[in-house]
């Protein structure tokens, strides 16, 4: 067992020392104590989930993450729903595009039965066949509920479209068809081949002796046994279009969803900040800060919500750059003309002075409400490793934003933003030329 430790403060008041420990298993173990509250958050990822998947079995991350506290070669899901309930905890499990695993909160005092389930659920998980049913059956009605909703159903259309031939471009939750058609057997495969010490982070947040706690995990994870040459696939990288694509969709709703943009960047980007401040000027804080909601929503009056990001859905991958506004029909092409003139502004002129204090205000202001919880570090701890962001983040994250300037703005809008090279995806009551059709 080797050791790493790193210290992190934020001058608001914030500080929290961290452990890196990484058993000789492969699993990296991320210790922060808190004793303000006796409780304790428990998140053990595994850097495994639907980008590891073939088109042909989309779902299959997101079903075996949903499963895999339904049944272990120890206890059935009974056992372990009453295991947590008896004690007053919480307790889940999900897989999503880019990770997989457990969360998990529990009073101190019962922090080895949350560390023992966690273990039993990531090492031992059974796969029942009759919850596997069960859990088919139910996403099945969950993928059709989707197309209820026409804001999800303009997103998905969006990320099939710029996503195409990428993982991304599928739905965490995978289309009926595919659900349908996997099996136990390619849900234990999934399983054994990522659910591997060597692919999983445990962070563990709260009031514990760190001492105490490493020779517990020790014990309990320390014989969970590697997978021999375990290698991550290889994911292709997504390029940006390089001309403008539009789609419209027909629903029978009272409104337009309005999605609009292309690939955006990925986590590690070293422009991150500079784009981060990009955002909150065009359209991703709440307030006055940003145009597009301000002169939209509160000025035009064309919605009750729109924003715009490209840092938020940054991750291993490149993510997407997206405006969004929905919109009464009779608004479309005005909506339709605001966003893309917004974008095309931001791209081809210097934002002001104000406005880049006011970002960098709000963005050093708020972000101290990212760190209040056990569970938010614990987050946190997890993305600190995979993003490499480093343990003092809370430190040089507001001097990054304060270094940012009027330049470096105009330099990554113009740099990360295509105005000419859009796409735009319309869910409405419109035919498929984008004309706007009268519900009876």
């Known amino acids: 067992m080797s050791n790493q430790t790193s210290a992190a403060q934020q001058p608001a008041q914030i500080q929290f020392d961290v452990e890196r420990v990484e058993l000789a298993n492969g699993l990296v ?18 850097l495994a989930g639907s980008r590891f998947e073939s088109d042909d079995k989309a779902g299959l991350a997101s079903l075996v993450g949903e499963l895999i506290d339904e049944g272990t070669t120890t206890r059935n899901s009974q056992e372990i729903a009453e295991a947590v309930e008896s004690v007053g905890a919480r307790f889940r499990t999900a897989g999503d595009y880019q990770t997989s695993g457990v969360q998990g909160a529990f009073l101190s005092q019962d922090i080895w039965l949350g560390l023992e389930i966690a273990a039993d659920v990531l090492m031992n998980a059974s796969f029942p066949e009759e919850q596997i049913n069960l859990h088919v059956g139910r996403r099945a009605a969950q ?9 999800i159903q303009a997103s998905d259309a969006f990320n099939e479209v710029i996503f195409a031939g990428h993982p991304q471009h599928r739905p965490a939750i995978g289309y009926e068809t595919t659900v349908a058609q996997l099996t136990r057997d390619d849900m234990v495969d999934f399983y054994k081949r990522y659910y591997v010490p060597e692919n999983t982070l445990l962070s563990i947040v709260g009031d514990f002796n760190k001492e105490e706690l490493k020779q517990k995990v020790e014990e309990i994870f320390g014989k969970w046994k590697p997978y021999e040459n375990f290698a991550q696939p290889a994911i292709p990288a997504v390029n940006r279009q390089m001309e403008p694509i539009e789609k419209f969709i027909m629903a029978a709703k009272e409104q337009v969803n309005i999605f609009i943009g292309h690939v955006g960047i990925d986590r590690k980007n070293q422009d991150f900040y500079a784009l981060l401040v990009m955002d909150t000027i065009l359209g991703s804080s709440p307030g006055f800060t940003s145009r597009i909601p301000r002169i939209l ?13 490209i840092t938020a859905s940054a991750g291993l991958d490149a993510g997407r750059f997206i405006a969004y506004i929905g919109t009464s029909p009779e608004n479309l092409e005005q909506a339709l003309g605001g966003l893309r003139g917004e974008i095309a502004r931001m791209a081809k002129e210097p934002v002001t002075a104000h406005e880049l204090d006011s970002a960098k205000a709000y963005l050093t202001g708020n972000f101290v409400f990212d760190f209040q919880t056990n569970a938010q570090i614990a987050e946190f701890l997890v993305e600190a490793e995979v993003y490499e962001l480093g343990f003092d983040y809370l430190k040089t994250y507001p001097e990054k934003i304060r270094a940012v300037t009027i330049d470096e703005v105009y330099r990554v809008a113009s740099k990360y933003l295509a105005p000419q090279a859009l796409t735009t995806i319309v869910v409405g009551p419109v035919d498929e030329l984008g004309n706007i059709i009268t519900l009876n």
């Open 29 to 46: 173990l991320l210790l922060s104590e808190n004793h303000a509250t006796p409780s304790v958050s428990i998140n053990a990822i595994v």
């Open 297 to 309: 929503r509160d000025e035009q009056g064309l919605a009750y919500t729109t924003y715009s990001n």
């Open 143 to 151: 993928i059709k509920s989707r197309l209820d909703v026409p804001r």
